[in-house]
């Protein structure tokens, strides 16, 4: 278990610097300089180039790259051009709102799915069942940022239980949660019907094999056998998808942020991309890809730990 | 099978209405006429009117053309480059190419195709070409892994031992005897990743990032909506059930000829 963690420790830190270089690189070859768009089409050329000299823009590319990575490594990920303040600290802000909507979000599809896909797998074929796959057909081809606003028109505009957007801060932690209630289920629908059909599919593999067989004939019920044998063993497929929707969730918390109006770091990335705060967008985007592969590198680690017999495999 | 008729069915109303748009379309779309804005579906407008006074039904046939385009030139960039990596790797199993291919993979696979899609907007600017290939990159990944996955059992076969003992080399192999064999199985992922792919363009297009105006997209048609939505929402819902219904009938398409093709995937998955 040791040697399958370090292997993939290592394989880890190549795709964090090659994630780092590529992000880098992108950044570097969009036209504009910053120095001149943050002081306006008036500014006089010296003070654009004292300003480019601030910003450390005059450096060399390795050197720039050198600074951006061993700044991040101490929580110090530049100063924003437009905001003027240090970037570390928006988007802690921001994050405040994205990382506990993405987290509800997947709170939710694991809450709505596994009930749903076990009901669909130990009643195959009967109406529950066709009714949970035609469901969830419908919500696999639902765009999630439309399903938020029918919810928006059904719950805010005309039954009026909800705001239709915005947020009210932390310090009031029922209405913050409440404000995320909306974006959060819009976030997890469409995933919990594709994590509930991953789940009614694994658990029939499962409910066929030989050892359940064997269960029932040592006089297990089929109910005892489904949560003492089968369901643990359909949790690997059901571990994959649920990590790769993490990603989803975060990128599309991105979108439905966008709906609600909720100031997280979608909103935060359009405005910086829109008024060429490089650094920003430079950031957020690392960020996100870094969330992403730490999840893979995490939900690797815990199938090594459930099933032994994929630490030979990489 | 009745998901496949199902399927075809409503995947084809909406591929004749993208294509008949270049034609004809019951009212011009890039004429505005504010005096008719937001009126609600009546025999003159099926679907009502927007808040320029354009015919919505003109705009969605329109607007299908760009989702349609936009999904199917990412899925032939995902394939065209996507399955001659997944050949390659397969056929050089545990070489430096198969870890360098499988490896870079892993990392676009790191990338979520909305982030993709944000790095080049950021760099090229908005457009709907920057929207395929964002959601074309995304798609490579896909298609070589699933490539690979599926050539990987074929080359133990005995066919492929009996055309290498007849001295073919392996891109021969692989183009002769592995390609048409995962053939079914690119078909089906193609037609998943299509539909994929119209989701994509509209939460692209929806957040600005994909097609510009005055090119209509469904997308864009939900976004102008948004705050229409009080006051005629008639303007939010047929678009939204336009990209729903298309994708909808590329999953039942998708789903439906996995069954009609199954007896062969069970084998390969």
């Known amino acids: 278990m040791l040697r399958y963690a370090l292997k993939r420790l290592g394989s880890l830190a190549i795709s964090l610097i090659v994630a780092s270089l590529v992000i880098f690189a992108c950044i570097e070859v969009i036209p504009g300089d910053p120095a001149s768009f943050m002081l306006g089409i008036n500014a006089q050329p010296d003070t654009v180039a004292a300003l480019r000299e601030e910003l450390g823009l005059n450096a060399s590319l390795a050197t720039r790259y050198l600074s951006w990575v061993t700044g991040m490594l101490s929580g110090d990920f530049g100063t924003s051009y437009t905001y003027r303040s240090p970037v570390a600290e928006i988007i802690g802000d921001r994050l405040w709102i994205s990382l506990p909507l993405a987290l509800i979000a997947l709170g939710l599809t694991v809450l709505i799915a596994f009930p749903v896909g076990i009901l669909a797998a130990t009643k195959r074929g009967s109406w529950a069942d066709m009714s949970v ?131 997280g770091l979608g909103r935060l990335v359009f405005q910086a991309i829109s008024q060429r705060d490089l650094i920003m967008v430079e950031s957020v985007v690392f960020l996100l890809v870094f969330a992403v592969i730490m999840v893979n590198f995490a939900v690797d680690l815990a199938y090594a730990w459930v099933d032994p017999r994929l630490r030979g495999r990489s | ?32 006429e504010i005096a008719n804005k937001l009126k609600p579906p009546t025999a003159a407008h099926w679907f009502g009117t927007d808040h320029f006074g354009r015919d919505i039904f003109s705009m969605i046939m329109v607007g299908a053309r760009t989702s349609i385009a936009v999904a199917i030139v990412a899925v032939v960039i995902g394939m065209g480059l996507g399955v001659p990596l997944g050949l390659a790797a397969a056929a050089r199993k545990g070489s430096l190419l198969d870890e360098v291919i499988m490896r870079g993979n892993d990392l676009i696979f790191a990338f979520p195709s909305l982030l993709i899609a944000i790095l080049i907007t950021a760099i090229f600017g908005p457009s709907a070409v920057n929207a395929i290939i964002a959601i074309g990159i995304f798609n490579i990944p896909v298609f070589a892994r699933l490539t690979r996955g599926a050539a990987l059992s074929l080359w133990t076969r005995d066919y492929v031992l009996a055309a290498r003992v007849a001295g073919k080399g392996a891109t021969r192999i692989s183009v002769e005897h ?82 009609v093709l199954d007896p062969k995937l069970r084998v390969l998955r």
């Not at chain 1, 995933?191 to 499962?206: E, G, K, N, P, Y």
């Not at chain 1, 006089?219 to 994959?240: D, F, K, S, Y």
């Open chain 2, 178 to 259: 592995i390609l048409p064999n995962v053939a079914n199985l690119l078909i089906v992922q193609g037609t998943i990743q299509f539909s994929l792919g119209i989701l994509a363009e509209a939460a692209l297009s929806y957040v600005g990032l994909g097609a510009q105006p005055p090119t209509p997209s469904w997308g864009r048609m939900l976004a102008d909506a948004q705050t229409l939505i009080a006051l005629a929402p008639h303007v939010a819902l047929f678009p939204g059930f336009a990209i729903l219904l298309t994708v909808l009938g590329l999953n039942l398409a998708g789903d439906g000829l996995r069954d």
């Open chain 2, 1 to 32: 099978m009745r998901n496949l008729t199902f399927g075809l069915i409503l995947t084809t109303i909406f591929a004749i209405g993208a294509l008949v748009s270049f034609a004809w379309t019951p009212y011009d779309v890039t004429v505005l």
């Open chain 1, 133 to 263: 796959m035609g469901a969830t057909q419908l919500g696999i081809a639902i765009p999630n940022f439309w399903f938020a606003m029918l919810m928006v028109l059904l719950f805010s505009i005309n039954l009026r239980w909800f705001s239709a957007g915005g947020f009210p801060g932390w310090e009031n932690p029922l209405a913050a949660l409440k404000a995320l209630t909306l974006p959060a289920i819009a976030l997890a629908l469409p995933q919990a019907s594709i994590l509930a059909r991953v789940m009614r599919s694994a658990l029939l593999d499962t409910l066929s094999e030989d050892y359940i067989r064997t269960c029932r004939a040592k006089g297990l019920t089929q109910r005892q056998a489904l949560w003492r044998h089968a369901l643990r063993n359909a949790m690997i497929p059901v571990l994959t998808i649920i990590g790769l929707q993490f990603s989803f969730l975060l990128a599309g918390a991105i979108i439905i942020e966008n709906v609600f109006y909720l100031p």
